[in-house]
């Protein structure tokens, strides 16, 4: 009788990965990471992850306009295909997975920044107020030395658009990486 050999072509370490992600609920997050980070601070009673968070959702005052949820509603297919692709080159020991995290995040953070600044305005269009005052914004505002005053480059930059006041919010999306996925 003929002797069988068991020979691995990976599935142990595959299995093994399976485990250790589960195990480690290991994911990224991308969005204004209200987490103590360099831009999450407290601004005028309200931190930066607040304030995403209002223009997301809305309040009684404010109406909501998805930036954050219309990113990935938009991109759900690519983001799935790219999810599919890293975790193929983990699986053949291409990258880590800590480096896979670290590429959706990026490209993602980036995705969401884009969907403010660039292409079609978010919906409902900002009130007349606001409008005006936005646009006052965009005129020569600048301090004695040719810099521009605190909280105007965002207006000179982009132009009027909704979501874009100072730039603030915009320019706190970010990601991070959690669980242990080395």
């Known amino acids: 009788m003929g002797k069988v050999i068991d020979k691995d072509k990976g599935w142990n370490r595959l299995q093994e990965l399976a485990k250790r992600l589960a ?10 990471l209200d987490d103590g980070r360099a831009g999450s601070e407290d601004h005028g009673g309200i931190t ?24 990935f ?3 759900r297919t690519e983001v799935q295909a790219d999810m599919r692709t890293l975790l193929g080159h983990i699986v053949d020991g291409k990258i880590t997975v800590d480096k896979a995290l670290n590429v959706l995040g990026a490209k993602y953070s980036a995705a969401v920044k884009n969907t403010v600044t660039q292409g079609e305005q978010i919906q409902p269009p900002n009130a007349p107020s606001t409008l005006a005052r ?31 006041d100072t730039g603030r919010m915009v320019g706190a999306v970010t990601w991070a990486t959690f669980g242990s996925g080395k």
Do not use: C
């Open 134 to 164: 936005k646009q006052g914004k965009t005129h020569n505002n600048r301090d004695s030395k040719g810099r521009f005053k605190k909280g105007y480059g965002a207006a000179l930059k982009y132009g009027v658009r909704t979501l874009i």
């Open 48 to 71: 930066t992850g607040q304030l995403a968070v209002a223009m997301e959702l809305g309040t009684a005052t404010i109406p909501a306009r998805s930036w954050v949820g219309l990113t």
């Open 73 to 75: 509603d938009r991109a």
């Open 23 to 32: 195990a480690n609920d290991v994911h990224v997050r991308v969005g204004v």
